[in-house]
């Protein structure tokens, strides 16, 4: 059985994700990478980036649909527990406006850079993001978008 992060439907998102960051900021989010000449491949390289990585879908509640390794371990859940977890639990209460606000501007953009922010992991230990980037995509066979996000600053506070 194959892990989560490399059956059809996060091939389908990870392709989505680089594909767009390219166009979003006209750089590969993981040198090297082509999803088209092998799916499989991009995703493997792009659960193992140290950067994190995540993605939601473009729902009224976005729920995350993607999320790397350094994601899971720095929210400190399983790929079972973050996928389908509605996007804003990613930040604390209070913060989630400002957290809301940053991704409809980058909604409205199609991409934001250098976005900084204070999230929260499963046990409430509180990280500020820094420098991240995020930017929309289409939704698997068209129609509503999602958005990623990719940084490689954290700070634990």
Request: charged share 20%; hydrophobic share 50%.
């Amino acid at each position: 059985m194959e892990p989560p992060w490399l059956e059809p439907p996060a091939l389908e998102v990870v392709a989505l994700i680089l594909e767009s960051h390219r166009a979003a900021f006209g750089a590969s989010l993981v040198a090297g990478i082509d999803p088209r000449a092998n799916p499989r491949l991009a995703a493997q390289e792009v659960f193992a980036a140290d950067q994190a990585v995540l993605a939601h879908d473009g729902s009224a509640d976005p729920r995350l649909i993607y999320a790397n390794a350094a994601a899971l371990r720095l929210w400190r859940r399983p790929w079972a527990e973050m996928i389908g977890m509605p996007s804003r639990l990613t930040a604390e209460p209070e913060e989630q406006p400002a957290r809301a606000k940053a991704l409809a501007f980058a909604q409205q953009q199609n991409a934001l850079a250098g976005y900084t922010g204070i999230r929260v992991d499963m046990e409430g230990r509180r990280f500020r993001i820094e420098g991240a980037k995020v930017w929309t995509f289409p939704k698997a066979g068209g129609g509503a978008r999602g958005q990623a996000a990719g940084f490689s600053n954290w700070t634990l506070l």
